[in-house]
């Protein structure tokens, strides 16, 4: 075989297991003869043939005699996604917080196993290359940020970095648009406070992120949870007739693999959502932290990228795709950017200058491009690998997610489990999960619970889901 032969059939199994990967072909489906992919793509049948038996070896299609390829279910048992919940959308109160500070303090001990975290592994994080970019730093650019505060909207290098890399069609963002903020929920915070006060309501997506949830309880809000589905996120419709039935000040969305469900809105869903928003002159904050974790071969719209008069406050940060300590975030608040950067001074006076340097310097030179096209992929197969370990230990009946991005299966077992006594259980074993009930301000989603596949797949990660596996049996 020619080293080009070579390469075309690794380059079209590749294609065929993004869109695996990505939804396109389900597990079960079959996929296209070797014939008309021959046909379709002028590749001769030899190639086409020797690309499925490299999916076979990567264990994602199965042969099927005398019949072709089908896209492996898992473990030959596919276990169906989660259905869309039904849920009444009144606003209410929200009481998450103690359960949350236990958990949390529960994450902070270096034995445990973090598939309740959303981090990647640290060797997943590129710390040698921003080390040495800190160590090159002349000792007299360090003394000087040390012993000054730095602009209260950031480091200028950085917001030019950042405004060249919003995903477009950018309508004109510029370095000046952009506020840098200690990670993404100190953005959402300020946005939050910049817009809404006590009382007001705020709708989000349910399941929600239950920082969100915690957000809005301290700062004595209501709020609004509005159904998502697993694959496409919240229905637009769905959304309408929550804002027409509620008094809501502001949504907070999570537009790309929305923590928890992974789930991602299509741009004709966001386009849709956006002007209704606009219709009820309701802001967005939208938080994009997972948008740049896509599996597939195209990073997913914003809804910032289709908001012409300002009514988006963007916000993300690089404690996913970088690393989590560096606490460094950025908004885009549109309209709002003369409040928010009035929050920003009232509380934070401004950011620390010496990372936002590092960062800045980090994007210039090309390295966070190549260091995101390595991170996506492997995140991809961390996820496929996860999906099939717990479609492997799980009981038969459990429904999974299948991510297209970002770092999270969301799992919903049979009613009768309560996915507080797994975790107290997991929590013995030294292993860390969300459970459901964290991500909503009711009792719902007590049978849920998300598992973090931002860790380096490894025989210990397949031994932990070995084990919840064995608690869940054990259980019923
Ligand atoms: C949706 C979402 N937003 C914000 C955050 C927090 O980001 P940061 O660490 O940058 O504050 C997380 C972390 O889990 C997240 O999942």
């Known amino acids: ?30 996929l296209p003869s070797l014939r ?32 072709g390829f089908y896209v492996r279910a898992l473990n030959g048992n596919p276990m169906k996604r989660p259905p869309l919940l039904k849920i009444k959308t009144e606003p209410c109160r929200v009481m998450v917080n103690d359960l949350a500070k236990t958990i949390n303090q529960d994450l902070q001990s270096d034995d445990i196993l973090m598939l309740g975290a959303a981090v990647p592994s640290k060797d997943l994080m590129p ?19 040390m012993s000054n505060y730095d602009l209260c909207a950031g480091n200028a290098d950085l917001r030019d970095a950042l405004s060249k890399r919003m995903p477009g069609p950018a309508f004109s963002i510029s370095a000046e648009d952009i506020i840098i903020t200690s990670g993404c929920l100190d953005a959402v915070s300020l946005c939050l406070r910049s817009v809404a006060g006590p009382g007001d309501a705020v709708l989000v997506e349910s399941p929600a992120f239950h920082f969100f949830l915690q957000l809005i309880e301290d700062l004595n809000m209501y709020v609004v949870e509005v159904p998502g589905c697993p694959e496409t996120g919240m229905n637009p419709e769905t959304f309408k007739e929550a804002l027409a039935s509620h008094k809501i000040k502001v949504c907070i969305l999570n537009s790309n693999f929305q923590n928890p469900l992974g789930s991602v809105m299509s741009s004709k869903n966001k386009a849709r959502i956006l002007s209704i928003a606009k219709e009820y002159d309701v802001p967005i904050i939208e938080d994009d932290i997972y948008g740049d974790l896509f599996y597939g071969d195209k990073r997913p719209a914003t809804f910032k990228s289709m908001d012409k008069t300002g009514l988006v406050l963007y916000c993300s940060s690089f404690s996913k795709a970088l690393a989590p300590g560096l606490r460094t975030g950025w908004t885009v608040p549109g309209r709002y950017k003369d409040a928010v950067l009035r929050m920003k001074l009232n509380n934070t006076i401004s950011s620390p200058g010496i990372i936002q340097s590092v960062i800045a310097e980090f994007i210039k030179t090309g390295a966070y491009d190549r260091h995101l096209r390595q991170l996506r992929n492997k995140l991809k197969n961390q996820a496929s690998a996860m999906a099939m370990a717990v479609s492997r230990y799980f009981p038969k009946d459990t429904r ?7 770092m999270f299966i969301w799992v919903e077992l049979n009613k009768k489990y309560d996915s507080l006594e797994i975790y107290q259980q997991a929590y013995q074993k030294k292993i860390s999960i969300l459970p ?25 990660l397949e031994n932990a889901i070995k084990t919840m596996g064995e608690i869940i049996n054990q259980l019923s």
Not at 400 to 406: A, E, K, S, V
Request: hydrophobic share 35%; with cysteine.
């Open 400 to 406: 999974i997610t299948f991510p297209r991005g970002g």
């Open 127 to 145: 710390l040698k290359q921003l080390s040495r970019i800190m160590k090159s730093m002349p000792a007299d650019f360090l003394q000087h940020h």
């Open 436 to 460: 459901g009930v964290l991500c909503s301000s009711s009792d719902r989603y007590k049978n849920c619970l998300r598992i973090n596949c931002g860790l380096r797949w490894s025989p210990r």
């Open 1 to 30: 075989m020619t080293l080009s032969q070579n390469f075309q059939y690794v380059a079209l199994a590749d294609e065929i297991e993004a869109g695996i990967t990505n939804g396109r072909f389900e597990p079960g489906e079959k």
């Open 36 to 67: 008309k992919l021959h046909l379709q793509m002028g590749i001769s049948i030899s190639t086409v043939h020797q690309a499925y038996i490299e999916l076979e070896k990567r264990g994602r299609v199965e042969a099927k005699e005398k019949s």
